[in-house]
């Protein structure tokens, strides 16, 4: 595992969210923005002539709301959902989660700490404050999902999620790679998760740097061992290369 690389105006940049640019929380509306992370992504993102986004599982509206004022380029929900300039498109037809959310529905009512988060194109269960009933979760949404065309379900970070088959953030990344302003770039893509693993390979394949933050296996050529250490390396980036007009003239 090698050190982080340096950062140029070469680079295209795609950074994970939770437990990427910010610690996890107990809850997904429980995240804070560390101090300085949005006017570092906004001067980041003028620097490198509008080629970074963020490639999240999180909602369009959660990452906005987040990062306000700022409106970056957006492949939300795993990559079910596009935003390149100032519209967002669904990259897939959604399939039809009804019996999904009703088995977590049911679960988290039968089970306090259980969270249910339905999104555009996926639910989500949330287990972070009962660990202990993974098994259960997973076992009761599989159960389902099982019977379902065009449904996987995803293992994350306390997290269960039925999402439409084949969507991942590997295929957004080599999507957002073929427009601009991203074509012709070296792409970076920054994760946490297993979630991430697939947009690791997807960088790597490409020519490209994988970057893990924190602990576990991975295939990612660089690892950062936290958020607060990878919002550093962005802001010594953004530090490095003065102001946008010089940095895009090198």
Known sequence: MRLLPLLTPAHALFLDFDGTLTELAPRPDAVRIASGLVPTLAA???QLGGALAIVTGRPEADIDGFLAP????????????????????????????????RMAEGLAAQYPGLLVERKRASVALHYRLVPHLEALCHDALASVVRHLDGVELLRGKCVLEAKPRGVHKGQAILD???????????????????????????????????????????????????????????????TQWGPPSLARSR
């Open 44 to 46: 980041l993102h003028d």
């Open 176 to 238: 957002f790679m073929t427009q601009q302003p991203f074509a012709g770039r070296v792409p970076v893509f920054v994760g946490d998760d297993v979630t991430d693993e697939a947009g690791f390979a997807a960088v790597q394949a490409l020519g490209g740097w994988g970057i893990k933050v924190g602990e576990g296996s991975t295939m990612a050529q660089h690892r950062c061992m936290t958020p607060a250490a990878l919002r550093g390396w962005l802001s010594a980036a953004r």
């Open 70 to 101: 700022l409106r970056l380029p957006l492949a939300s929900e795993h990559g079910a959902q596009y935003r390149l300039g100032d519209t967002a498109v669904p990259a897939v037809t959604p399939p039809d989660l009804e019996p999904v959310l």
